[in-house]
C-alpha cells in the first residue's frame, strides 16, 4: 500500500490549498480514506473522512473551511482547504485503514504564515 500526498506549501492567512493523496495496492474505491495533520508539538488529529459512498465527516473546528472529496477514477483524495489560518500550519498526512492495518502518507507540510 502506497499513499502519496502532495500539494501543501506556504500560503498566507486566508489562502487556499488543495492537498491530493494517490493511494495504490488497495481496492481504493471500496475504502474509507481519512486526512490528518500535526502540529509542531501536538498530536495528531483527524481532520476529515470519507466514505466509499461519499459520506463525509470533519473536526468541528474545520467544519465549513475544509471539504474532503475523491475521484475513483484517479484513486485520488483530496482535500481542499480555505480560509487558512497560522493554527493550520502541520504536516497533513492521508490514511487508510485496510486489512486490519493503518497505513499512513509521507506527509505534506502546511504552513500558514504573512
Known amino acids: 500500500v502506497q499513499l502519496q500526498a502532495s500539494g501543501g506549501g506556504l500560503v498566507q492567512p486566508g489562502g487556499s490549498l488543495r492537498l491530493s493523496c494517490k493511494a495504490s495496492?488497495?481496492?481504493?474505491?471500496?475504502?474509507?480514506m481519512n486526512w490528518y495533520r500535526q502540529a509542531p508539538g501536538n498530536e495528531r488529529e483527524l481532520v476529515a473522512t470519507?466514505?466509499?459512498?461519499?459520506?463525509?465527516n470533519y473536526a468541528d473546528s474545520l467544519k465549513g473551511r475544509f471539504t474532503i472529496s475523491r475521484d475513483n477514477v484517479r484513486r485520488t483524495v483530496y482535500l481542499q482547504m480555505n480560509n487558512l489560518k497560522p493554527e493550520d500550519t502541520a504536516v497533513y498526512y492521508c490514511?487508510?485503514?485496510?486489512?486490519?492495518?493503518?497505513?499512513w502518507g509521507r506527509g505534506t507540510l502546511v504552513t500558514v504564515s504573512s
Open positions: 495496492g488497495i481496492n481504493f474505491s471500496i475504502n474509507t
Open positions: 470519507i466514505t466509499s459512498s461519499g459520506n463525509t
Open positions: 490514511n487508510v485503514f485496510f486489512r486490519e492495518r493503518n497505513y
